[in-house]
């Protein structure tokens, strides 16, 4: 980990003083984004094993009510922001952008549903502000160790208002990365399959290789350096804009192509990784 003295959790700023739609500052849309994330990581901290968990349970994924009222929440402080903005909710789908709105909030209200369901203590709410198709803000709280993570582009990455960067000092045999597999490489089977491949390759490359199912949770340890790698297979739209942004904005370099992330604290780490993938032909 490598926390510095005290930062500002808003990050940079973008075109001060001039407040109009088409060039927002983004400490405002900062401000807003931690609100939302907070409102729904409340929410879900006091659901937490407060009883049965209701929901439709199925055999890959659960909808619990509890994503549907987090998400609520946090599309409600961003409404009342900002009410001309696209919306794109995981429980809810596509509101807006019919009107040319050069913003669109990504909003994942419980990342880790199943572990949620299941008492298991990691999940988090997770905020992206994608401007022109590209995130510009993340803000990804995890409610139970009140984690707060924020990036904006070209600002910084923070954690409850500490500057963090990726990298690890524990070479990759002795390290852990994470492993994303998104629910269409779930459901195929042929993606399923090369997954699985991928999976053993990473495996054998490194001390451990862990799937959390909730990769906000994954993004955060690598932005403070806690984990050495991250490999994300078609992963879901709806973390991996706040997961990418709070990454690179921490100093982590990648690859990517479609279907696939691969990201690392050091060119060294990610050159393994990829050979590791590329030898097994995952």
């Known amino acids: 980990m490598s926390d510095s003295d005290a930062a500002d959790e808003t990050g940079g700023d973008d075109t001060a003083g001039d ?18 994330a907070r409102t729904g990581g409340e929410y879900l901290a006091a659901e937490f094993r407060d009883g049965p968990v209701a929901g439709d349970y199925g055999a890959d994924d659960v909808k619990a009510v509890a994503d549907r009222e987090a998400e609520a929440r946090v599309l409600s402080v961003v409404r009342e922001a900002f009410p001309e903005h696209a919306l794109h909710g995981e429980e809810s789908g596509h509101d807006g952008n019919g009107d040319g709105s050069r913003y669109e909030w990504v909003v994942d209200p419980l990342d880790g549903t199943n572990n949620f369901a299941a008492g298991l203590p990691a999940f988090a709410t997770a905020v992206a502000v994608v401007r022109d198709g590209e995130p510009v803000v ?4 995890e ?13 910084g990455a923070t ?43 990473l495996e054998a490359r490194c001390k451990r290789v862990v799937s959390t199912w909730s990769p906000c949770v994954d993004w955060g340890l ?10 994300c ?19 982590a370099v990648s690859h990517a192509e479609e279907g696939l992330y691969v990201g690392a604290g050091d060119e060294e780490t990610l050159a393994a990784l990829r050979a590791a993938l590329d030898a097994e032909g995952a």
């Not at 409610?143 to 600002?155: E, S, V």
């Open 19 to 36: 407040t109009s739609e088409w060039s927002l500052p983004l400490d405002d849309l900062a401000d807003v984004a931690v609100e939302a």
């Open 138 to 141: 993340s803000a990804i709280y």
């Open 143 to 155: 409610p139970l160790p009140d984690d707060l993570y924020l990036a904006t582009a070209d600002g």
């Open 159 to 201: 954690v409850g208002g500490r500057r963090i960067e990726v990298g690890s000092d524990v070479s990759l045999d002795a390290g852990t990365v994470s492993f994303v597999r998104g629910l269409p490489a779930v459901r195929d089977p042929d993606l399923c399959a090369r997954g699985d491949a991928m999976y053993d390759a």
């Open 222 to 231: 690598l932005a403070r350096g806690s984990l050495e790698g991250i490999v």
């Open 233 to 251: 297979y078609h992963p879901d739209v709806y973390e991996q804009y706040a997961g990418e942004l709070l990454a690179e904005e921490a100093g």
